[in-house]
């Protein structure tokens, strides 16, 4: 699950971590309100004016915009709210901005030495271990970065059983060629950072830029946070940050009713049981020349009702020519599934306009097949993995 950047920066906030300071408004009118209201604690009349949508890049996109009084605050965030902001991790449309964070001016001119920095934290996956990146590169592309200099990325690999220790800590702010109190005020930043991942059980943290100041502090500028979301039942508070209106509406409906669903590009709906099946089973729609629409794991209760969610699910996207239902009986029985599919596609009457191939495997096989065949639908019965490739291959021809 991603947060937006205010509420990204007020978790760090939480953890301890320093960030640049801002208020979040819906409207022109609320955000000349929160700028007098930043300007009484920061004394700064500058402000930053950031559209707050799920995607990076938004300073090239000119989602991102410095305001030098009032008037121009009023200006540009009538501007922003409200636009569809195109960034390079948008999709080409785009993505309509419902409200944006003014926050204080951090910037000052004629800095002689870097100080914008790149700091993320995520899991390695192959380590097992966390790992804080962190780069003198900051503020622009870090993917640029990593290909045209990638020596100028540094990574620190952290025991999840001992945490991030002080000398490591250390290291980052060497690194990165800091001295003095800012030298000091990185050392906390990375250990509040650190904890403030571990603590809210995030999967990504990714702060660019991270700031030193004209006063040698270290500040968060950005923040994109990612929480991993089989870690949310320990976060209730965090689980109502969840921004619904910027998910795919598919996938958001899968999740109420329990089901595991990622929309994908290609044109064969799939509805498998068990996560493993289900990458076989893509494999298998690529081998048979198609690509997969979805991932659907429907879970051990292939009944009726579920079966027909999915076929709901899956058939909201126009780009599906037809389904492969791939199942495995084992404690659920294989002609239990089959009268499931049976009685949705019954219940579905007209909305099912495409082939379906269902390969059934496992107790009762045999029995299912005949349910199938019998049932004077437009549902092919395939019992080996080719066969049903060869069929789902003919239906998309
Ligand atoms: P992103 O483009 O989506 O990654 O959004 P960022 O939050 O990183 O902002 C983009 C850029 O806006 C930053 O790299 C900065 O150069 C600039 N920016 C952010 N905050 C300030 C600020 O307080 N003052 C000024 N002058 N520029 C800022
Ligand atoms: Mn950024």
């Given at each position: 699950m991603n947060l937006h950047e205010y509420q990204g920066k007020e978790l760090l906030s939480s953890f301890g971590v320093a960030i640049q300071r801002g208020i979040v408004a819906k409207t022109a009118a609320e955000a000349v309100e929160a700028a007098k209201q930043l300007t009484e604690t920061t004394g700064t009349g500058w402000h930053v004016v950031?559209?707050?949508?799920?995607?990076?890049?938004?300073g090239k996109g000119g989602g991102v915009k410095l305001a030098k009084n009032l008037k121009e605050l009023e200006q540009i965030a009538g501007d922003i709210i409200g636009m569809q902001l195109i960034?390079?991790?948008?999709?080409?449309?785009?993505?309509?901005v419902n409200q944006v964070l003014v926050a204080e001016d951090v910037y000052y001119p004629g800095a002689s030495e870097p100080n914008e920095f790149y700091m993320s934290v995520l899991l390695n996956r192959a380590t097992g271990k966390n790992m804080i990146m962190y780069s003198t590169e900051g503020g622009m592309d870090i993917e640029?970065?990593?290909?045209?200099?990638?020596?100028?990325?540094?990574?620190?690999?952290?025991?999840?059983?001992?945490?991030?220790m002080p000398f490591q800590a250390r290291k980052v702010a060497f690194n990165l060629g800091l001295s003095g109190a800012a030298f000091k005020d990185m050392t906390k930043f990375v250990s509040a950072l650190y904890k403030a991942y571990v603590g809210s059980?995030?999967?990504?943290?990714?702060?660019?830029?991270?700031l030193k100041t004209s006063d040698e502090k270290i500040i968060a500028v950005d923040a994109k946070v990612t929480l991993d979301e089989n870690g949310l039942f320990r976060h209730k508070d965090l689980e109502l940050l969840r921004d619904l209106s910027e998910e795919n509406p598919v996938e958001v409906e899968a999740r109420e009713v329990g089901l595991n669903y990622v929309d994908l590009d290609g044109?064969?709906?799939?509805?498998?049981?068990?996560?493993?099946?289900a990458m076989a089973?893509?494999?298998?729609?690529k081998q048979a020349g198609g690509e997969p629409a979805n991932f659907l794991d429907v879970g051990g209760t292939a009944d009726a009702a579920r079966v027909e969610t999915a076929f709901r699910l899956i058939l909201k996207d126009p780009n599906v020519k037809a389904i492969l239902i791939n199942i495995f009986g084992g404690i659920v029985r294989c002609d239990r599934v089959a009268q499931g599919i049976v009685d949705a596609y019954k219940n579905l009457g007209d909305a099912i306009q495409v082939p379906i191939i269902v390969r059934l495997q496992g107790t009762n096989a045999d029995i299912a097949k005949q349910l199938i065949d019998s049932s004077g639908l437009n549902v092919l019965s395939a019992t080996a993995f080719q066969e049903a490739a060869d069929k789902v291959q003919e239906a998309i021809a």
């Open positions: 950031k559209a707050q949508i799920h995607a990076g890049g938004r960034t390079p991790q948008t999709p080409p449309e785009g993505k309509k640029a970065v990593a290909e045209a200099t990638p020596h100028l990325i540094f990574t620190e690999e952290v025991d999840p059983s001992l945490g991030l059980d995030a999967s990504l943290f990714e702060i660019n830029p991270v044109n064969v709906g799939c509805m498998v049981n068990g996560a493993g099946l089973t893509m494999d298998l729609i």
